[in-house]
């Protein structure tokens, strides 16, 4: 599994304890068996350190005995390589955490090198150098750090709550979870008896909408058929909000209404806005309430809404979900793509966007987009 994120802040680069404690902050979430990939470039405001681009992670798979290096380690360092040559890095710095990599004579420092051997290969293809790697068992204050490679130096992790970086993250109200596993936790599907009574006002909710649209449709056209059920659902986002319960019933009408492309792609609008948190919440309600393949558009709009604010990992997870409950779900596939192939946030804002400009043609307001975003 390869996970992405992205900085722009300043890292000095004479103490890989520092960055190793910040990879969690990085990330969103402490990584473990993992390659860590850190892209640099020069900084422009602070002398003698590096921007941090893209910040590349994937499951860290070890070669047994003589065995070449799993192709799976190929494939992710050709995307990191491709990612790091579009953002113009000029280096990287490599973390590797497992276990397995608890002092320098371990056995498993060699499979590890040839693993970076080949990352550095195909680094090279772009012009790219290698900075540093170091490896460490865990993350976590205390723990040893030793580089890996002719730099014999080693020394001990600092506390990663206390770094820099996650301190900035928290108080810009971002989340470091314990592990990717935390992450997934959050979309985990409630229990098969809440989700089967949902799944049994589905049918009920599309005959209802059938009927309701297909009305609406006669007295004002199709603008004005959609037009009432954007509203339904931003009313159905204000009542969560504000603690209403949303009920079985309700969760199977608003499945259906987000089925509609016009209604989904309006609601990406929130994403950018002052609404982003209250209509996130909603939509992780359904995505742990609905049943497959219904769950799949609110997943993909909780991946949305994750990737624009910069939350690679979570965005990741999201849209994996999406993509198990309906392979074929044509939004969280071109996202999916987007995020493995390294894109940034801004580029694919423009759904947000486009979503402002749906709601204005049918004559909804809604808050504008937030400039910081």
């Known amino acids: 599994m390869t996970t992405f994120a992205s900085s722009s802040r300043p890292l000095r680069l004479t103490e890989p304890g520092e960055l190793i404690a910040a990879v969690p902050a990085l990330l ?11 892209s640099l470039s020069p900084s422009r405001d602070t002398p003698g350190a590096a921007a941090i681009g893209a910040v590349m992670r994937h499951d860290l798979l070890l070669p047994d005995g003589d065995e070449p290096v799993p192709e799976l380690m190929g494939a992710a360092f050709a995307r990191f390589g491709t990612v790091c040559a579009r953002d113009g890095a000029e280096a990287v710095l490599v973390v590797l955490v497992d276990p397995r990599l608890d002092r320098p004579d371990s056995a498993a420092v060699d499979q590890a090198r040839r693993v970076v051997d080949a990352l550095i290969a195909e680094l090279a293809h772009h012009g790219i150098d290698v900075a540093g790697v170091h490896a460490v068992p865990e993350i976590g204050s205390g723990s040893e750090w030793f580089a890996l490679g002719r730099d014999a130096r080693r020394g001990t992790v600092p506390d990663p709550a206390a770094s820099p970086v996650a301190v900035a993250r928290v108080y810009e109200g971002g989340l470091i979870r314990r592990s990717r596993t935390e992450l997934a936790e959050v979309l985990e599907p409630l229990p098969m008896p809440v989700r089967s009574r949902v799944a049994g006002y589905i049918d009920e909710a599309v005959d209802s909408r059938d009927l309701a649209y ?12 959609d037009r009432m059920e954007l509203e339904t659902v931003l009313d159905r986002i204000a009542d969560h909000d504000n603690g209403i319960e949303t009920l079985a019933p309700e969760m199977a009408e608003l499945a259906v209404l987000l089925s509609n492309p016009t209604v989904r792609d309006a609601v990406l609008a929130l994403a950018a806005g002052p609404y982003a948190d209250a209509a996130e919440r909603l939509w992780i309600t359904l995505t742990r309430s609905l049943p497959d393949p219904e769950r799949a558009e609110a997943a993909a709009l909780v991946g949305f809404g994750a990737y624009i604010r910069g939350d690679g990992p979570f965005a990741g997870v999201a849209l994996g979900v999406a993509l198990e409950a309906n392979p074929r779900h044509r939004l969280a596939d071109l996202l999916d793509q987007a995020l493995q192939a390294g894109l940034r946030p801004e580029t694919v804002r423009g759904l947000a966007d486009t979503g402002f400009e749906i709601a204005a043609r049918l004559g909804v307001p809604l808050p504008p987009p937030d400039p910081a975003g």
């Open 28 to 38: 969103g979430f402490t990584p473990v068996r993992s390659v860590i990939v850190v």
């Open 214 to 225: 297909e009305y609406a449709v006669r007295a004002g056209g199709r603008d004005h058929a």
